[in-house]
């Protein structure tokens, strides 16, 4: 990945846990997680996203929620031309524990 991948690999240097760890870890097996990184790498060589989403679902203001992706670049990374992904509000201490999230999941 690191060798098609060198913008996105600098999330990875900081103090924080990367999510892009987890997506290389996915990649490895799965074509989504793959075009996920070149989509996020073309979007920094370019300096524009190449995502639009289609809003958030079922939310009164702005939280969380349902949300559809999708990529203007179809073509080029056809495994993420569109996908939803969930949006879950921070509650009033901003921390949830990795118990409570997986009983989200």
Do not use: C
């Given at each position: 990945?690191?060798?098609?991948?060198?913008?996105?690999?600098?999330?990875?240097?900081?103090?924080?846990?990367?999510?892009?760890?987890?997506?290389?870890?996915?990649?490895?097996?799965?074509?989504?997680?793959?075009?996920?990184?070149?989509?996020?790498?073309?979007?920094?060589?370019?300096?524009?996203?190449?995502?639009?989403?289609g809003?958030?679902?079922?939310?009164?203001g702005?939280?969380g929620?349902?949300?559809?992706?999708?990529?203007?670049?179809?073509?080029?990374f056809?495994?993420?031309?569109?996908f939803?992904?969930?949006?879950?509000?921070?509650?009033?201490?901003?921390?949830?524990?990795?118990?409570?999230?997986?009983?989200?999941?």
């Amino acid at each position: 990945m690191s060798d098609k991948t060198p913008k996105t690999d600098e999330l990875e240097k900081g103090p924080w846990p990367s999510y892009v760890k987890e997506i290389k870890r996915a990649a490895k097996k799965n074509a989504a997680a793959k075009d996920l990184l070149g989509v996020q790498e073309l979007s920094f060589n370019d300096r524009v996203t190449h995502w639009k989403h289609g809003g958030i679902v079922g939310v009164t203001g702005y939280g969380g929620g349902v949300i559809g992706r999708y990529s203007d670049v179809p073509d080029k990374f056809p495994q993420v031309e569109s996908f939803h992904t969930m949006r879950v509000n921070h509650p009033a201490g901003w921390f949830y524990s990795t118990k409570t999230l997986r009983k989200i999941l």
